[in-house]
Structure formats: C-alpha cells, structure tokens
C-alpha cells in the first residue's frame, strides 16, 4: 500500500525553464511533508519542507505547494539549473509520528544544458 | 564531521549467505534509521531506532533480517539467509534529538548496494 505516490518516474526539462515534481498521497493523517534529492551513489539529502497549516514554502529557487483538499503536492524548481538533473523523492509524517516519514518511489529530474 | 558512515559500499554474496550491513551515525544523533531502495517501492523504513532502543520495526521484511544498536555510534543491519530479492540498496540515516521540534533532518549514509545471486 503505497501511501506516497509520485506517479511520474522521469521528467526532462530545458535549462532555464521551470521544472515541476508531483505528489499524491493517500493518508489524511500526515502533517508534515518533505522533498529530498538524490544525486546517484550519495544518499538523499533534505531540501525542502512544508507544514501542513501553510499551503506554499519557498526556499529560493525551490517552491513546494501543498493542495490538502486534492492530497497533492508539488515541487516547483525555477529557473532549472544542470545542478538539479537528480532523483527527487516526496516524504510524509504522520501526526505525531514523530521522525517517522514515508517516502514515494521518487522522480528522476534531468536538467538539459 | 564525517557524516553517517555506511560499510560496505558494495556487497556481492550469494543467495543462502549472511549478509551484515554496517552503519556509524553522526556524532550526537539519537535516531538512527534504516532504509532500503528499489525501483518499485522507492524508500521504504524497515527499523528505526531512539537513543539505541527499537521503536518501530514494522518495515522489516520477514524473520530473516534483524537490526541492533548496540551503543549510540554502531548498528547492524543483518539478512540471514540472503535471497536474490534481497538485492536493493540500503541506507542508513541519523538524526539529532527532537529537542521538541516536531521534525528534524534526516542525515543519510552513501548507501550499501547488495547483490545477492
């Protein structure tokens, strides 16, 4: 049962545009949501955060948006650099789950110089 | 600091044998977490533990793997017997007290890429 879906497994954009990552999840219980990104043969490193009390994060480049309504949330990547090209994987919290997350199968981003 | 540090990087054994997954965490961490990935089910949590006692287990697959924490700065991660799906890579991750913080960062290791024939 996978409560963290990110249904695209690839994405390929045009440096400089902007790159979108989806998510759905299914479990009306989470309250905290992450992205991490993965470069290959590293482990995934955080990026990203959002409450589920707020709707939208920004972190420079970096925006993630969060649809409670729809269960949906996404990563917006503006502009998109090389640097980005990465696995991108979405995570979850239960409330009052402590430092327990689940995290989706990821999305391979590649940035096109 | 070093980071979480994770041996070996690879493993190649054959089916039926014991495989052992090493892991240090960050100096200071109380958490420490493992997961493995696969194509189909991204990153799943088998165990994580809290100040070296296991809290959650239900990630783990079947009897044949088990996890300990014998002290704050080492834990293993064993598969006995191995078997070809088995095959994954496996992280472990640490991270520092909640201190009340509702969450905080997850630190991972480099990753130990199993091979079981």
């Known amino acids: 049962d996978q409560q963290v879906k990110q249904n695209s497994p690839s994405l390929s954009v045009q440096e400089g545009r902007i790159s979108i990552l989806n998510c759905d999840y299914t479990n009306s219980m989470f309250d905290y949501f992450l992205w991490y990104k993965k470069y290959p043969a590293e482990g995934p490193t955080f990026l990203i955060s959002i409450s589920s009390i707020k709707d939208k994060n920004e972190d420079g480049r970096f925006t993630v948006f969060l649809n409670k309504s729809a269960k949906h949330l996404s990563l917006h990547i503006v502009p998109s650099q090389p640097g980005d090209s990465a696995v991108y994987f979405c995570?979850?919290?239960?409330?009052?789950?402590?430092?327990?997350?689940?995290f989706g199968t990821g999305t391979k981003l590649q940035v096109i110089p | 600091d070093a980071g979480v540090i994770q041996s070996p990087r690879h493993e190649v054994t054959e089916m039926g044998q014991e495989v052992t997954l090493r892991c240090k965490p960050i100096s200071g961490h109380d958490y420490l977490f493992w997961y493995r990935q696969t194509m189909m089910r991204g990153l799943e949590l088998l165990i994580y533990?809290?100040?070296?006692?296991?809290?959650?287990d239900s990630g783990m697959p079947e009897d044949r793997f088990s996890a300990k924490m014998p002290n704050a700065s080492f834990s293993t991660l064993k598969i006995q017997p191995s078997e070809p799906r088995d095959s994954a890579v496996y992280f472990c991750?640490?991270?520092?007290?909640?201190?009340?913080?509702?969450?905080?960062?997850?630190?991972f290791g480099p990753g130990t890429r199993l091979t079981v024939l």
């Open positions: 991750a640490s991270s520092p007290p909640s201190g009340g913080v509702s969450y905080n960062e997850q630190f």
């Open positions: 533990f809290n100040n070296n006692v296991p809290i959650d």
């Open positions: 995570a979850a919290r239960v409330s009052g789950g402590y430092q327990k997350v689940t």
